[in-house]
């Protein structure tokens, strides 16, 4: 063993310790005439596992199967759960495309404990562990960013114009290019190192841009928490007050086996622009506003009327949509605060603490985040955060032109009671 590190250096040129594994394990194999990675000494094995930089997570042994099993599955129901929501509002007229993305991260989550059970098995399946690796990085940024659209929408629901501005959407789409970008970084200088032989000088340059995405991640899962927060210290403008909402005022409750009747949404589209003609097309799309946020003065009072009534029966507010933003931001922000701290202690697996263990990615990044769905499917984000379609201008003249003068007679078609799914 004492001459396993000069047999390294001289092979790898005096690569960094812990750079390029992928190569040194071929280049093992070619020394050592095998044509098995099963027969590669312990030793051998033992010695390049201890220099590679600690994971959150670590590296797995047979001990990480049964978890990883459990998980995998955990993650499959829940991708079925979104997707059952998903097509059921669809076949009633409800689109929400969101759900889709909470079942792509469902299944970015389960591909990357399945493909640990995999390298689990064998810890010299390299690329099977890569591939892990960056899929089971990648759901946490791309769940946070799920989370700052949810937020999104409950900062247009204050500020319906501030909102719908474009330069605010703008902004937006500016901060999730930037995070793409964020993640291609984080992806390209976690995965050299494993791939290539590597100076300590570049080595460590590797390192440290994993340390600032890892700290940008960690700001990131928190702005959806501060977007909501800002929802609330400004306060909504003149403009906000008289704008005409088009909100879906068809969604009577937010209960877990509740589903919007056949053709409501496009029941309600034709009411809405019945009651207000060509203001119809210089409205501000929200989700529900769930209550008297401010009086809307070109609020048909007969939508009123039936709002109020909806709301008195099913009790329709969103302090549970706000708790369930912060609450789920939350628990993406400890996964990736703990991951951030790691990074920062520069062990490796030899040296690594309690920290890197993992029963504690277990936790965070499979319990926690299996409950943050539960939360998503029981809590109804499909119809908490539900904002109808921008209506067509041609549907708007069409419906004006063949519409009469709506009398006190015309009431929109209501529910007496949610219907179960």
Known sequence: MSSLPSLINS????AAPGTGIVKLVDIAKNALHLQSNRQIPDALITYLKDQQQSQFGSYPDHKDI?????????????????????TKNKTRGHWFPLSLGFAAYCLI??????????WAKNILRLHTGIASEVLLVLPTVFLASLNLVLAQRLFTWRHPVGGNQKYFQIAMMTIYLLVVAVVVMTIVAGVVPYLYFLSQSHY?????????????ICFYSLLAILLVMCAFLIPPSSRDKKTTVFQPFWITSFAPTYYIPQGAAEEGRYLFVQRHGDLAKHSERTILRGGDLYSM??????LNQYEAQ???KYSIKHNSSILLVALTSACVFIGAIFRCVLLFLDTTYATQGWLAKPVVMYMLWGFLEAVV??????????????RPDKIPNKFITATNSSSVHPSSEDKPRTHSAPSEA
Do not use: W
């Open 11 to 14: 092979l790898t040129d005096n």
């Open 66 to 86: 049964a978890p990883s099993s459990v998980f995998t599955a955990v993650f499959f129901l829940l991708m079925l759960g979104h997707l059952f929501i998903f």
């Open 109 to 118: 989550r389960l591909l990357g404990f399945a493909l640990r059970i995999a």
């Open 204 to 216: 460590n340059m590797c390192r440290n841009v994993v340390k600032v995405t890892s700290v940008l």
């Open 297 to 302: 003065a070109d609020e048909s009072s007969q």
């Open 310 to 312: 909806e709301e008195a």
């Open 373 to 386: 769905n539960l939360l998503y499917l029981v809590g109804r984000v499909d119809l908490r955060f539900y």
